[in-house]
C-alpha cells in the first residue's frame, strides 16, 4: 500500500513516516509532497492507496487540496494530520470526504486507531 505524506515541514513528514512505522505500517510505501499543489502531481502520477496532509501550508492547503482532489472525482481515501483541530476544522474535513482529522503531537498509538479500519 502507498501513502502520500503532505506537509510543508519536512522534519514533519519525517515524524510522520517513523510514527507509522512504530504503529505497525512499515511494510507500506511512503511518498512525500511539499504542499497540495506538489501532492495534486504526485497523486495524479502515483495513485497512491492514504493521503495524510496537513492542514495549513503554502500555495495550496490541505483543504484546498482535498476538495480539488473530490472535485476532480478523485476518492482517494484522505486524513488531515494537523496542529489545529477546532470543531469547526473536523466538520469542514468530514464534510468534504476526509475519513479523520488526527492533532499534533500524535502517538503511534493515534495512528493505530486512526488508520486501523482505513488500511485493510
Known amino acids: 500500500m502507498r501513502i ?8 514533519m513528514r519525517m515524524i510522520v513516516i517513523r510514527t507509522l512505522r512504530q504503529a505497525g505500517f512499515a511494510d507500506h510505501d511512503f511518498a512525500e509532497a511539499v504542499d497540495g499543489v506538489t501532492a495534486l502531481a504526485a497523486i495524479a502520477a502515483e495513485q497512491p492507496d492514504l493521503v495524510l496532509c496537513d ?3 503554502p500555495e495550496m492547503n490541505g483543504i484546498e487540496l482535498l476538495r480539488t482532489l473530490r472535485a476532480g472525482g478523485n476518492a482517494v481515501r484522505f486524513g ?30 493515534t ?9 485493510v
Open 111 to 119: 495512528f493505530k486507531t486512526a488508520l486501523g479500519g482505513v488500511l
Open 4 to 11: 502520500l505524506i503532505v506537509d510543508d515541514s519536512k522534519a
Open 80 to 109: 488531515f494530520v494537523t496542529s489545529e483541530s477546532t470543531p469547526a476544522m473536523r466538520h469542514t474535513a468530514e464534510e468534504n470526504g476526509a475519513l479523520f482529522l488526527i492533532a499534533k503531537p500524535f502517538t503511534a498509538e
Open 55 to 57: 492542514w495549513n501550508m
